[in-house]
Structure formats: C-alpha cells, structure tokens
C-alpha cells in the first residue's frame, strides 16, 4: 500500500514536469498528486471523547501508570483521555509519536482496584509486546484501505452520473476490500498473539486473581452498557426545572448507579456468561481472542502475586483526581445517548 502511494506521487510528478507538451497530462499528475496526498503515512490525533489529562492534571494516575509500565516493561503515555465508553485503549498520536490511553469509565468504575491494575498493564502491554497494528508501517497500510474503501463506496443512485460511478468503481471497490480483508486476516494472529501476551502483563502487574477479575467484568460489559442507556434516558424523561434538577443528580450519581449495578450481577450469572462465551465464541471484537480462551491462560500455572501496589489511601488519590471529570463525562453519555 505504502508503494501504491508512492507510486502515484512519483507518476504524478513525472506527468507534470514531462507533459505540458499536451497540456493535459499535468492536470493528471495534479490528480494523482492530490490522490497520493491523501493516502499518504500521517500521525494520529488525540483522541476525541472527554477530558485530556496530563501529568499536571492527575500526578498520582500518571505515577501509578508509569510504574505499571515499568512492570511490563515499557515507559508511561504523555496523555490520558477520561470517556464514557466501558472499555480502554492506548494508541499513538502526533508527529513525536505520543502514546495516549484512553480510559473508559464505563468499565474502570466497575472494577476493583487490583482489577483496575490489571486494566492499565494489559493496555500498556501492547506497547512493550511491539502490536504490529500499532505499528506505523501497518496501521499506515491498513488507513489507506480504509481510505480507498471509503472513497469507492456506492453512492445513492439519484442521477444517471451516481450509478455510472457505482458501476465503474465496483471493481476497484471489490479490490480494495479484498485487500484489506487479506491484510487482516494476516495479521490476526499476531494481534491475538498480542493480547494473550498484554493478559499476561496484566496479571505480572494486578496479579492473576486481578486480571481473572477483568475477563469476568468483560463479560458483563453489554449488561453494563445497556445500563448506562437506560440511565441517560431516565435522566432526559422529565422536562422543566425538575427535570434538570434530575439531570444533574443523575451526572453526579450516574458512575455509583453503574457500579452498583455490576456488583449486583450474581456469581452464577458470571458462570452463565462464561459457558454462553465458551459455545459462542465470546470476544471484546474481532481482534481479540475469545475471553473464555484468554481466561483459561490466565489461570495456567501458578497464581501470580500483583508487583503494583494499590492501597487504599492510593486508590482515593486516583479517585480523587478523576473526580472533577467524572460530571463532565456523564453529562456527555447522557447527551449522546439520548441526543
């Protein structure tokens, strides 16, 4: 893909200077230019979705998160990006190659505090395992068949133009995707084989009870998402003064009502869950394993001790740094899941 992009800028140019003896094939190389502009290797951004925090902001986190790294082996993220969402990540952004986590609060409020350590060594375990998707030269690859996909997508057929369109880039279109499928499929197993490896930081830095902990609030996640609508949309249902009363408690108590209700999810609904992920394959998403596969590695060998302390006195200092976002991110949930 990089040498398809590079190809085109170097037929572009040699189109423009060699060709005004027509005067159209310069036009063309501009054409080709811009093509190959677009699908050119870039950064990423920051993430969007929440409050960005950086070391000023919450000292305690980032120093709980660099020792986490430092456990796994690898160096700390230069921002944390505070969601709703209940998951997590970390990515790369910038020219300088900036590592960000995103946080889900979602999913951080309804784990304990070991499993909450195993969440940030599993993440930033993809760092010091080398995940080839978070690679320049493969996530560069994989943008730009998400680019050529994109711009040959079919288009409503409203004038005979859209469906001449349709009927010429199917092909291209056909190629495109196919390719990016290949490219997956080729790296599937290395990306599983990442995760299998971030499960295994995971547990060297919350211990294996931790990280066994985590799979299982994985598994209630949908439960935990469906909770979060519901939530939102109680907190939009009256309108008026009192209504707005209600959304704000509903900000200010939306992350307890969301960890309440994962604690009170029984044990046997866990074991429920465990055996419909093991008949049906259960995974985070395609990338990822199936959970029940990951659980049992876990759970292969001797138990590991957790290497990160996480007292209580530290768990209320991250708390309490988060705290001052934790409104601002509920007030999002609850605008976009009822916008």
Known sequence: MHGV???????????????????????????????AAVLRPRPGRL??????????DAPRLFALIDEVAAVTGTVGVDAVVVTG???????????????????????????????????????????????LRHGPVLHGALRSLWLWVHALAPSRAHTVWDSLFNVVTYL????????????????LRAAQRAEYQADLDAARAGSTAGAVGLMDRLLVAPSV?????????????????AGRAAQE??????????????????GHEHDRLLRIAA???????????????????????????????HDEERAAAVAAELDRHRATVARQVIRDHTG
């Open 5 to 35: 992009t590079l190809a085109l800028a170097v037929a572009g140019l040699l189109l423009i200077v060699l060709g005004w003896e027509t005067g159209i094939e310069p036009v063309e190389g501009v054409v080709l230019l811009v093509v």
């Open 47 to 56: 993430p969007h979705g929440g409050p960005v925090l950086h070391r000023a």
């Open 85 to 131: 969402d209940v998951n997590a990540a970390v990515t790369i952004y910038g020219r300088r190659r900036r590592r960000v986590l995103v946080l889900g609060l979602g999913l951080w409020e309804i784990l304990g505090p070991r499993e909450r350590i195993a969440l940030l060594g599993h993440e930033l375990g993809h760092f010091a395992n080398g995940d």
């Open 172 to 187: 291209p279109r056909c190629a495109a995707y196919g390719l990016l499928l290949l490219l997956d499929r080729l790296t």
């Open 225 to 241: 998402q469906d909770q979060l609508r519901r939530e939102a949309v109680a907190a939009r249902m009256t309108g008026g003064k």
């Open 249 to 266: 408690a509903a900000e200010r108590e939306l992350w307890e009502r969301i960890a309440a209700h994962a604690s009170t999810i029984p």
């Open 279 to 309: 008949r049906r394959g259960h995974s985070v998403d395609s990338t990822h394993p199936p959970t029940h596969l990951r659980r049992q590695c876990l759970a292969l060998g001797a138990p590991r001790p957790a290497l990160v302390d």
